[in-house]
């Protein structure tokens, strides 16, 4: 009531209060934050501006020996996201998400998972799909504000010209594979790089992949970049590898392998072509091949698992890879081991009948007309089994010793046999050259004397590569030296200066005498210039001095109407006889005789050698 | 007797308002700044309604204040449909039903139930003012303000539904309520937090535990809370300059308009910077505070303290929540956050206050009516307000004051 005289200060003042203390309040919180803190904050204005980003280095190119590119880079696009940089209104959020794949034709759940799983690194984007047509890229780059997160990059892909010569030998690049990726960021990669997976690509990718560059630039809240700060580390290209191959005979060797295939109707082939003065690899054929241009997009599901499931496995290079029984074009060894042994002289004759029996078991000869007696140059140029037989696993009824295999082993590894070659791509196998001890623990049986026999001419469980017939055909045709196959030369950086030099390289010299390996190249010679060579008629007395070595290997499979296994045909030679530059080996899959099917590719491609001036 | 005086018309609070408004020109076009444009789209709109809200600040000064007493409860009635029409009819943005569309431009009426409800809290209370302040008084104005705080809430506008609570307990306490029942009401929303908790709405859980530890979730919720901080903090003492701040520039601090717009102002314009817009601000409510000494009737004062209470508690929380002091909520700062509707809310309740002034009835005291008191008291108190304050320097100012007035021929 009114009356009342004590004077108590009005409400108002309690109003006035809360508005002083309201404001010491928030200009307290702001010194602390402007002023005690300011230095702290303007650091983290500084680190959401400025973005240090890697600029991806382009990948060296693959050269031939005559340099001609024969893989190299085109520019692609790539449609990617920058998690950090998405909208982060959920409702925004999936509008673009959704906005961008009814663009790109892709479920917005794909995106969501892919975006998803690069959770722990939100400032790298992730790849969404690639490559996209160069008009989409523009499009969503010309729209930015409604794809904010979305990066296009302008990336350079992998174009292999001609790639159903190449395939295999130059491999593929592609994203880096899941297990082992800690290995791979810790050295350096990020996680949407690709990199070399198989062939070349693979084995040079240290050498190819050069090293990224980085620049601080500015970056707005979108991710995009709206100003240059500086550059940190200058990009260096990837190096060029130059291989020893010539494109020019590679070519033409595919195609020759290919028509004999199709002509035999054989689903596998391969070939090698050898420098035996170095080692180098001329060409190196394998089919059926792949288009690798499948891969440098990213393969699809569907393309991959139709490669992995033909079963003529076209993804495996079976010229390094293909384990097959080397028949006929081993008795080279046979004969320089006996020779080298002292189980027989150049002049020694031994009979060649159609077959002989040992023990209850037959073991014929390829003629069934029988060849007469026959010394080692001989026997190698009508590629008499029995000759053979005889000089491995003796002859019970003469009493004629044999070598044994144990020495026969010896002298097969001396030659290349059952070891890798060491050259450098992945994947090469190593065959099999079997010993009694080997039969012993693996198939668990005692070694016979008719395992001698098979050996000796090159069957049995022996198995070699390729790669491995025509190393040994190189080192016969050099006079016995046995190199490491090289398949590329040098290493270039942008500016054609050699960064590595890769060296021919000398695995051992064959511990056979010179004048036994004369025996030997006269006998391949005679293969083909005699007129009872098993190459002769098939060949017609080229005008290129060739020599060389038929095979025809029986494999497991199924029977013809005779009753025959099937066969393999090889041939293995080189030329010119005189001065030999070129050693080539070839195996056709099932391909029958090996005079008729593989003889006549081998000759074209040592003839095609001359004919395209390869140096 | 009633007497129009524009000689009581307060310029200062005019000036400090056109002030705060270009300031806010100042800061929304560095918010906006377009490349290729100096003015953007939303600084002309900002424009447009100051310069409405000017033509309203004046036009309803020159209305008597009593006027809208009268027209309390169609007032407030016509608020209600209208948030009701809100929850039906409303635009969504940013999630929440709060806009509708009247024409080309966007109205949001929760602004309007501020306004309706300073009004007709302060014709209730004054109203019963010769009753004192009972129970059921109390009761009462909780009832008018909790219908508007429901709907606003149901949209949901958990800001707006705490700024009119804000509005009431400040009237409330100017109004005489005793203190120890609003002290105990004050602590019912601690008490009773854990049935809060469970009630709350998801969003507004969220914006709660975002507020203890933006650190959490750096690129989601706690984003605008962090990017603010940090907005504000690079500032330091001087600011990086207008349209030079990196994190508005670059877009890096979001809801760059209205939400953050003090983040921008503190990053451009520094410490310094901001320290002016507190003292512009600072004075508003001296201004507004010395209106509701100033008032004749306690409907005036009333409304003055109902006007402050709404500015201060935005103030407070807008820039709190920029700068770590309080949750995001989602209101605007006054005369500075880009919005059509706040800043027309704004001047039309400062053309209230000068209305207050400028029809300020003869000498009628609320506590002693119709007793005749001597002139010279009656000047002091009607002059003097700072009597309190002011002390012997007061009374000197007092002193020749009432020279001048008791001179002979003076009006009265």
Same mark, same amino acid.
């Given at each position: 009531m009114a009356a009342t005289m004590v004077r108590r200060p009005p409400r108002v003042f309690g109003m006035y209060g809360a508005v002083a203390l309201a404001f010491l309040m928030l200009l307290g919180q702001l010194w602390s934050v402007q002023i005690a803190n300011g230095g702290q904050y303007?650091?983290?204005?500084?680190v959401n501006r400025?973005?240090?980003?890697?600029?991806?280095?382009?990948?060296?190119?693959?050269?031939?020996?005559?340099?001609?590119?024969i893989a190299r880079n085109v520019p692609s696009w790539t449609i990617a996201i920058r998690p950090a940089d998405l909208p982060r209104v959920k409702t925004v959020r999936a509008e673009t998400i959704e906005r961008l794949g009814r663009v790109l034709e892709m479920s917005a759940e794909d995106i969501s998972r892919i975006v998803d799983q690069a959770k722990e690194d939100p400032f790298t984007? %992730?790849?969404?799909?690639?490559? %996209?047509?160069?008009?989409?890229?523009?499009?969503?780059?010309?729209?930015?504000?409604?794809?904010?997160?979305?990066?296009?990059?302008?990336?350079?892909?992998?174009?292999?010209?001609?790639?159903?010569?190449f395939g295999k030998i130059l491999g593929y690049t592609g994203p880096i594979p899941a297990a082992g990726i800690q290995t791979r960021l810790d050295t350096g990669y990020q996680r949407d790089d690709t990199l070399g997976l198989s062939g070349i690509e693979a084995a040079f990718e240290d050498e190819m992949r050069g090293r990224r560059g980085l620049k601080q630039v500015e970056v707005d809240a979108l991710g995009r970049v709206t100003n240059e700060l500086s550059v940190v580390e200058t990009t260096v290209i990837g190096g060029n590898v130059a291989l020893t191959l010539d494109a020019q005979l590679q070519r033409r060797a595919s195609e020759l392998l290919a028509a004999g295939m199709a002509k035999a109707k054989s689903g596998q082939a391969a070939l090698v072509a050898l420098d035996p003065r170095n080692g180098d690899v001329l060409a190196m054929v394998?089919?059926?091949?792949?288009?690798?241009?499948?891969?440098?997009?990213?393969?699809?599901?569907a393309d991959y698992k139709r490669l992995s499931e033909d079963r003529w496995t076209p993804l495996v290079?079976?010229?390094?890879?293909?384990?097959?029984?080397?028949?006929?074009?081993?008795?080279?060894?046979?004969?320089?081991?006996?020779?080298?042994?002292?189980?027989?002289?150049?002049?020694?004759?031994?009979?060649?009948?159609?077959?002989?029996?040992?023990?209850?078991?037959?073991?014929?000869?390829?003629?069934?007309?029988?060849?007469?007696?026959l010394n080692a140059r001989e026997s190698l140029a009508r590629s008499c089994d029995i000759y053979f037989y005889e000089v491995t696993g003796g002859n019970p009824h003469s009493g004629f010793k044999g070598m044994g295999i144990q020495k026969l082993a010896e002298y097969a590894r001396a030659f290349g046999y059952g070891e890798r070659s060491g050259i450098r791509l992945a994947g090469e196998e190593r065959g099999l050259v079997p010993t009694e001890e080997w039969k012993r623990e693996v198939k668990k049986e005692t070694w016979f004397i008719g395992d001698n026999y098979n050996v000796?001419?090159?069957?049995?469980?022996?198995?070699?590569?390729?790669?491995?017939?025509?190393?040994?055909?190189?080192?016969?045709?050099?006079?016995?030296?046995?190199?490491?196959?090289?398949?590329?030369?040098? %290493?270039?950086?942008?500016?054609?200066?050699?960064?590595?030099t890769i060296a021919p390289e000398v695995i051992r010299k064959l511990p056979v005498a010179p004048e036994h390996m004369a025996i030997i190249r006269a006998g391949m010679r005679d293969v083909v210039a005699h007129s009872e060579g098993t190459a002769y008629h098939a060949l017609k007395q080229p005008e290129l001095p060739i020599a060389g070595k038929t095979g025809t290997a029986e494999f497991y499979g199924p029977m013809d109407s005779k009753g025959n296994l099937p066969t393999h045909a090889l041939f293995v030679g080189y030329a010119p006889y005189e001065d030999p530059q070129i050693a080539v080996a070839v195996i056709v899959y099932n391909g029958g005789e090996g005079s008729e099917t593989a003889a006549p590719i081998v000759a074209e491609t040592l003839k095609a050698y001359f004919t395209l001036g390869v140096r | 007797m009633q007497r129009k005086s524009w000689a009581k018309f307060d310029l200062w609070l005019l000036f400090l308002a056109l002030a705060l408004a270009c300031f806010g020109f100042l800061v929304i076009r560095s918010a906006t700044l377009l490349a290729d444009q100096q003015v953007s789209r939303q600084l002309i709109t900002q424009a447009a309604f100051a310069g409405v809200g000017l033509m309203a600040l004046f036009a309803i000064a020159a209305l008597d204040y009593r006027v809208l007493g009268t027209l309390a409860i169609p007032l407030y009635f016509g608020t209600i449909a209208i948030l009701g029409a809100v929850l039906v009819a409303g635009k969504t943005i940013y999630g929440a039903q709060r806009w509708i569309a009247v024409g080309p431009v966007q109205f949001q009426p929760s602004e309007l139930a501020k306004f309706a409800v300073i009004v007709c809290l302060a014709r209730y209370l004054s109203g019963r003012e010769e009753k004192g302040f009972g129970l059921k008084t109390l009761v009462g104005s909780l009832l008018i303000v909790l219908v508007p705080v429901a709907l606003v809430y149901r949209q949901p506008d958990l800001g707006t539904s705490l700024v009119l609570m804000a509005i009431w307990f400040g009237m409330v306490f100017i109004a005489g309520a005793p203190l120890q029942w609003l002290g105990g009401l004050l602590a019912v929303p601690f008490v009773a937090f854990p049935l809060v908790w469970r009630v709350m709405h998801d969003y507004m859980r969220r914006r709660l535990t975002i507020f203890l530890a933006p650190e959490r979730d750096p690129f989601g919720e706690g984003y605008n809370m962090i990017q603010a901080r940090i907005s504000v903090g690079s500032g330091g003492w001087w600011g990086r300059g207008l349209g030079n701040g990196t994190q508005t520039q670059l877009n890096f601090l979001k809801v760059q308009q209205s939400d953050f717009i003090?983040?921008?102002?503190?990053?451009?314009?520094?410490?310094?910077?901001?320290?002016?817009?507190?003292?512009?601000?600072?004075? %508003?409510?001296?201004?507004?505070?010395?209106?509701?000494?100033?008032?004749?009737?306690?409907?005036?004062r009333l409304l003055a303290a109902g006007v402050t209470s709404m500015l201060l508690f935005q103030v407070f929380i807008n820039i709190g929540m920029n700068i770590g002091l309080a949750p995001v909520t989602g209101i605007p700062l006054p005369f500075i956050s880009a919005g059509g509707s706040s800043l027309l809310t704004v001047f039309i309740s400062l053309g209230v206050l000068q209305s207050v002034l400028i029809h300020a009835q003869a000498r009628r005291y609320d506590t002693q009516p119709n007793v005749s008191v001597p002139a010279t008291i009656r000047?002091?108190?009607?002059?003097?307000?700072?009597?309190?304050?002011?002390?012997?320097?007061?009374?000197?100012?007092?002193?020749?004051?009432?020279?001048?007035?008791?001179?002979?021929g003076a009006h009265r």
């Amino acid at each position: 009531m009114a009356a009342t005289m004590v004077r108590r200060p009005p409400r108002v003042f309690g109003m006035y209060g809360a508005v002083a203390l309201a404001f010491l309040m928030l200009l307290g919180q702001l010194w602390s934050v402007q002023i005690a803190n300011g230095g702290q904050y303007l650091r983290r204005a500084e680190v959401n501006r400025v973005r240090i980003i890697a600029e991806k280095p382009l990948r060296g190119v693959i050269y031939d020996r005559a340099g001609r590119q024969i893989a190299r880079n085109v520019p692609s696009w790539t449609i990617a996201i920058r998690p950090a940089d998405l909208p982060r209104v959920k409702t925004v959020r999936a509008e673009t998400i959704e906005r961008l794949g009814r663009v790109l034709e892709m479920s917005a759940e794909d995106i969501s998972r892919i975006v998803d799983q690069a959770k722990e690194d939100p400032f790298t984007p %992730v790849r969404i799909k690639s490559p %996209v047509p160069r008009d989409l890229a523009l499009v969503i780059e010309e729209q930015q504000n409604l794809f904010a997160g979305v990066v296009v990059q302008s990336t350079p892909i992998r174009a292999y010209p001609e790639a159903q010569h190449f395939g295999k030998i130059l491999g593929y690049t592609g994203p880096i594979p899941a297990a082992g990726i800690q290995t791979r960021l810790d050295t350096g990669y990020q996680r949407d790089d690709t990199l070399g997976l198989s062939g070349i690509e693979a084995a040079f990718e240290d050498e190819m992949r050069g090293r990224r560059g980085l620049k601080q630039v500015e970056v707005d809240a979108l991710g995009r970049v709206t100003n240059e700060l500086s550059v940190v580390e200058t990009t260096v290209i990837g190096g060029n590898v130059a291989l020893t191959l010539d494109a020019q005979l590679q070519r033409r060797a595919s195609e020759l392998l290919a028509a004999g295939m199709a002509k035999a109707k054989s689903g596998q082939a391969a070939l090698v072509a050898l420098d035996p003065r170095n080692g180098d690899v001329l060409a190196m054929v394998s089919l059926p091949e792949y288009d690798n241009n499948l891969f440098a997009a990213g393969i699809s599901s569907a393309d991959y698992k139709r490669l992995s499931e033909d079963r003529w496995t076209p993804l495996v290079n079976h010229a390094i890879a293909g384990q097959y029984p080397p028949g006929s074009t081993f008795k080279m060894v046979t004969a320089a081991a006996a020779l080298q042994e002292r189980i027989v002289n150049p002049q020694t004759r031994i009979n060649c009948p159609a077959s002989v029996t040992v023990n209850g078991r037959t073991f014929r000869n390829w003629n069934p007309l029988g060849q007469g007696t026959l010394n080692a140059r001989e026997s190698l140029a009508r590629s008499c089994d029995i000759y053979f037989y005889e000089v491995t696993g003796g002859n019970p009824h003469s009493g004629f010793k044999g070598m044994g295999i144990q020495k026969l082993a010896e002298y097969a590894r001396a030659f290349g046999y059952g070891e890798r070659s060491g050259i450098r791509l992945a994947g090469e196998e190593r065959g099999l050259v079997p010993t009694e001890e080997w039969k012993r623990e693996v198939k668990k049986e005692t070694w016979f004397i008719g395992d001698n026999y098979n050996v000796g001419i090159g069957q049995g469980d022996l198995l070699a590569t390729p790669l491995q017939m025509a190393n040994m055909t190189a080192a016969i045709a050099n006079g016995g030296t046995l190199y490491r196959p090289r398949i590329a030369s040098a %290493v270039r950086d942008a500016g054609g200066n050699v960064t590595q030099t890769i060296a021919p390289e000398v695995i051992r010299k064959l511990p056979v005498a010179p004048e036994h390996m004369a025996i030997i190249r006269a006998g391949m010679r005679d293969v083909v210039a005699h007129s009872e060579g098993t190459a002769y008629h098939a060949l017609k007395q080229p005008e290129l001095p060739i020599a060389g070595k038929t095979g025809t290997a029986e494999f497991y499979g199924p029977m013809d109407s005779k009753g025959n296994l099937p066969t393999h045909a090889l041939f293995v030679g080189y030329a010119p006889y005189e001065d030999p530059q070129i050693a080539v080996a070839v195996i056709v899959y099932n391909g029958g005789e090996g005079s008729e099917t593989a003889a006549p590719i081998v000759a074209e491609t040592l003839k095609a050698y001359f004919t395209l001036g390869v140096r | 007797m009633q007497r129009k005086s524009w000689a009581k018309f307060d310029l200062w609070l005019l000036f400090l308002a056109l002030a705060l408004a270009c300031f806010g020109f100042l800061v929304i076009r560095s918010a906006t700044l377009l490349a290729d444009q100096q003015v953007s789209r939303q600084l002309i709109t900002q424009a447009a309604f100051a310069g409405v809200g000017l033509m309203a600040l004046f036009a309803i000064a020159a209305l008597d204040y009593r006027v809208l007493g009268t027209l309390a409860i169609p007032l407030y009635f016509g608020t209600i449909a209208i948030l009701g029409a809100v929850l039906v009819a409303g635009k969504t943005i940013y999630g929440a039903q709060r806009w509708i569309a009247v024409g080309p431009v966007q109205f949001q009426p929760s602004e309007l139930a501020k306004f309706a409800v300073i009004v007709c809290l302060a014709r209730y209370l004054s109203g019963r003012e010769e009753k004192g302040f009972g129970l059921k008084t109390l009761v009462g104005s909780l009832l008018i303000v909790l219908v508007p705080v429901a709907l606003v809430y149901r949209q949901p506008d958990l800001g707006t539904s705490l700024v009119l609570m804000a509005i009431w307990f400040g009237m409330v306490f100017i109004a005489g309520a005793p203190l120890q029942w609003l002290g105990g009401l004050l602590a019912v929303p601690f008490v009773a937090f854990p049935l809060v908790w469970r009630v709350m709405h998801d969003y507004m859980r969220r914006r709660l535990t975002i507020f203890l530890a933006p650190e959490r979730d750096p690129f989601g919720e706690g984003y605008n809370m962090i990017q603010a901080r940090i907005s504000v903090g690079s500032g330091g003492w001087w600011g990086r300059g207008l349209g030079n701040g990196t994190q508005t520039q670059l877009n890096f601090l979001k809801v760059q308009q209205s939400d953050f717009i003090f983040a921008v102002l503190a990053e451009e314009l520094g410490f310094f910077g901001a320290a002016i817009l507190l003292g512009l601000f600072g004075a %508003v409510f001296f201004r507004c505070l010395l209106i509701g000494q100033r008032s004749r009737d306690s409907f005036g004062r009333l409304l003055a303290a109902g006007v402050t209470s709404m500015l201060l508690f935005q103030v407070f929380i807008n820039i709190g929540m920029n700068i770590g002091l309080a949750p995001v909520t989602g209101i605007p700062l006054p005369f500075i956050s880009a919005g059509g509707s706040s800043l027309l809310t704004v001047f039309i309740s400062l053309g209230v206050l000068q209305s207050v002034l400028i029809h300020a009835q003869a000498r009628r005291y609320d506590t002693q009516p119709n007793v005749s008191v001597p002139a010279t008291i009656r000047i002091r108190r009607e002059r003097f307000p700072l009597r309190w304050v002011g002390g012997r320097i007061g009374r000197s100012v007092a002193a020749r004051r009432l020279q001048r007035l008791t001179r002979p021929g003076a009006h009265r």
